[in-house]
């Protein structure tokens, strides 16, 4: 609780104790008015100085205006009690409110305790802090295990683990060792780091998330826009209706104006607008930070609402639905064993970096007696000839086993495909692929399950492999051999398709996809712990890199969307009822408390619901 809501808190409890006072010496008229309006002015003095403070700057009909003149008015007509009472609990309500936006504001919050207060450098021998914002690109840090690493870098020295939670949403904690890069933002947990910064703290990943963060709240929807414009023009009108009320009828049929004046009074405190002013934008507030729970950012309500409405999803495959990272997928061994195939592979790709060789000895997974090898020849275009235990080993394309007249098989497998032969003997053959995600298919199924019409693949891979990608998760389409700009005409073509209401999603990696991203109704980016393209060019991040979890996002966005809905109808519904109730006589002040505070705090506690996420829900179903 902080300690403005502690004060006002504190005004609530006295004006409470003065107010049940001024009930018990309700016999003695004088002790009894001097009490109520002590406490009038104890709990009530702030809503008049904002009132007049905004008439002052040309902002009049606000809800500040509302409640004095409603308040002022009933102590003027002799309504001493009721008009401290709705004073009183609107002070409650707006005491819960703040309450409330606090509370929403934690799970986002949370993310802003990433940012670092300083950074360890060495000077004479010694550690000193000094500001993340003057370690210039190139400097060595050190990160002492429980601190926050305050730059982005690479690490020269030192392994330990790193909590990326607050990042990611993620509780296991991730390796770190020398020359790995490292994103400010994280907690290193173990051993002593030492990184050298490759940004400086203004372009560094925690700058970046917090500036998005931030600013989230500027974007706002459709229906927090409608709210904002429907107050207004409400207010003034509710005001001059309320005048209308107390002039008119009296002067008509020439009843008592007091009697008219009240129901006036009683008109203005029902008509306050608070409940769609707070619980609206804290429904939207609510599910960005129920968003960053799970790992996913949301750069504004706009998104959300958006994102509820999706009916096509478009996927980039590489980086996105693939790892982008060859792997061994298949081994077809003739007349030899599996383990010795892959043996001999590894051993011929030994000398080489290739992303191809790396995979097949990544497979291997054994250390390589370089011992064993005698001599390596790479025939250029074709692959390599290599003598291993003093045995020829050829590995490499089909066209090198034509080339040494080799009898082979060919294989019609789709992906990359190294062909092996000992000592002129064909050996079999070994597929390498580009990995599919691990959640990839469940992020297909789960989009199905949400009721997306249409899944779309749009890669620059050929058509074999990408189709096939495309078949393994049940994609509805796939585009194939696409340049940056044949991509762009896709999503041109796939927006026409859909139906008035129905969003496209393009989901990519932020690298190469920036001009798609900015296409799409939503563009959706891997994070992949903040990766700078996809943090600029996209309006949701997926800090986990998980496609899976834009099922997830899309449920707290409908869900967020419902609730905000629900308080409009609800809100406006009592209101029209209470008013109607009020200009008739039927509704006194304790019958506009209900309809001003009661339904701000029932609309209050149903928006709350937005930050509820289980994370059960979305990562495991």
């Not at 296991?172 to 780091?193: F, H, K, W, Y």
């Not at 009828?249 to 007091?258: A, E, H, M, S």
């Amino acid at each position: 609780m902080t300690r403005k809501q502690k004060r006002l808190l504190l005004r609530i409890i006295v004006a409470t104790i003065l107010f049940i006072s001024g009930k018990v010496f309700s016999v003695q008229e004088p002790i009894e008015i001097g009490i109520f309006l002590v406490c009038y002015t104890v709990v009530g003095w702030d809503i008049i100085w904002k009132a007049i403070t905004n008439i002052l700057h040309g902002q009049v009909f606000d809800e500040n205006f509302l409640m004095t003149i409603a308040t002022l008015g009933a102590l003027i007509l002799g309504e001493y009690s009721e008009g401290v009472a709705v004073m009183l609990f609107y002070q409650v309500g707006e005491w819960f409110q703040s309450y409330a936006v606090s509370k929403s504001r934690k799970s986002i919050a949370s993310l802003m305790d990433i940012r670092p207060d300083y950074a360890n450098i060495e000077q004479d021998g010694k550690l000193i802090q000094v500001d993340p914002d003057e370690v210039p690109i190139g400097s060595s840090i050190i990160v002492k295990p429980g601190e926050r690493i305050p730059l982005d870098g690479t690490i020269i020295k030192g392994s330990s683990s790193l909590d990326t939670s607050a990042l990611t949403g993620e509780s296991m904690p991730r390796e770190a060792l020398p020359g790995m890069d490292v994103i400010s933002g994280c907690i290193n947990q173990t051993g002593i780091l030492t990184i050298r910064t490759t940004k400086e703290f203004g372009e560094s990943t925690v700058a970046k998330i917090l500036d998005l963060v931030e600013n989230a709240s500027d974007k706002k929807g459709k229906t927090e826009n409608f709210i904002t414009r429907f107050a207004r023009y409400y207010t003034p009108a509710v005001v001059f209706a309320a005048l209308v009320l107390a002039l008119l009828p009296p002067l008509i049929t020439g009843q008592d104006f007091g009697t008219w004046v009240y129901r006036a009074l009683t008109f203005l405190v029902i008509s306050c607008p608070c409940a769609l002013v707070i619980s609206i934008p804290l429904s939207f507030f609510g599910g960005i930070g129920g968003a960053s729970k799970i790992g996913v950012l949301v750069k504004g309500s706009n998104y959300l609402e958006s994102l509820a409405s999706a009916e096509t999803v478009v996927f980039d495959k590489t980086g996105t639905l693939t790892k982008g990272a060859f792997a061994v997928s298949e081994l077809h061994p003739v007349n030899v064993q599996k383990e010795r195939l892959l043996e001999l592979a590894a051993y011929a790709e030994d000398y080489s970096t290739h992303p191809i060789s790396l995979s097949i000895k990544k497979a291997y997974g054994k250390k390589i007696n370089s011992n064993r090898i005698s001599s390596v020849q790479e025939i250029p275009g074709h692959g390599v000839c290599a003598v291993i235990d003093g045995k020829s080993v050829l590995a490499g394309n089909a066209k090198l086993m034509e080339k040494e007249n080799i009898r082979y098989t060919d294989s019609s497998t789709i992906g990359t495909v190294i062909y092996l032969a000992c000592d002129r003997k064909y050996l079999g053959c070994i597929v390498i692929e580009d990995e599919l995600k691990p959640d990839a298919q469940k992020a297909v199924d789960l989009l199905k399950d949400e009721g997306i019409r249409k899944t779309v693949m749009l890669t620059g891979d050929s058509d074999a492999v990408g189709k096939k990608v495309a078949n393994r998760l049940g994609l509805d389409q796939a585009y194939t051999e696409l340049l940056p700009a044949d991509k762009v005409e896709r999503v041109e073509e796939l927006l026409a398709q859909k139906s008035e209401k129905g969003k496209l999603l393009f989901v990519g990696d932020g690298i190469n996809d920036a001009p798609v991203l900015a296409r799409a109704d939503v563009g959706i980016a891997m994070g992949g712990l903040g990766s700078d393209a996809a943090i600029e060019a996209a309006d949701v991040v997926l800090m986990t890199d998980e496609p899976s979890k834009i099922a997830s996002v899309m449920k707290i966005a409908r869900k967020t969307l419902r609730i905000a809905n629900q308080n409009i109808i609800f809100a406006l519904g009592i209101k029209f009822i209470v008013l109607i109730l009020g200009a008739f006589g039927y509704a006194n002040m304790w019958a506009a408390v209900f309809a001003d505070v009661g339904v701000s705090v029932i609309a209050i506690l149903n928006a709350i619901r937005a930050m509820r996420v289980r994370k059960f829900v979305f990562v495991e179903e």
